[in-house]
Nanobody, 114 residues
């Protein structure tokens, strides 16, 4: 059974940082690309960042380039999203996604507010 478990969300002030983690199980993690998506209230889910299965290539939404970094540790079956210089418009539920069977985590709330 595929499981993607996100953690690390919370409330942070503008300009602050958070690191999200997503630990996977039930499939060969190191063989699949991974991504982070987010969905703000009233908006469609959007791709935030993507990393290839070995981690050699990454892609980011224009809105987060230079502020967010996606990485992975295949030995720990975990993908990370380091979020710096957070803005109120980054407020959303953040979801981990695996290419394997188009699998999704349950989401973790990130709220950026003073």
């Amino acid at each position: 059974q595929v499981q993607l478990v996100e953690s690390g969300g919370g409330l942070v002030q503008p300009g602050g940082s958070l690191r999200l983690s997503c630990t996977a199980s039930g499939f060969a993690f190191s063989n699949y690309d991974m991504s982070w998506y987010r969905q703000a209230p009233g908006k469609e889910r959007e791709l935030v960042a993507h990393i290839t299965y070995i981690g050699r290539r990454t892609n980011y939404a224009d809105s987060v380039k230079g502020r967010f970094t996606i990485s992975r540790d295949n030995a720990k079956n975990t993908v990370y999203l380091q979020m710096n210089s957070l803005k109120p418009e980054d407020t959303a539920v953040y979801y981990c996604h695996a290419e394997f069977r188009n699998s999704w985590g349950q989401g973790t709330q990130v709220t950026v507010s003073s």
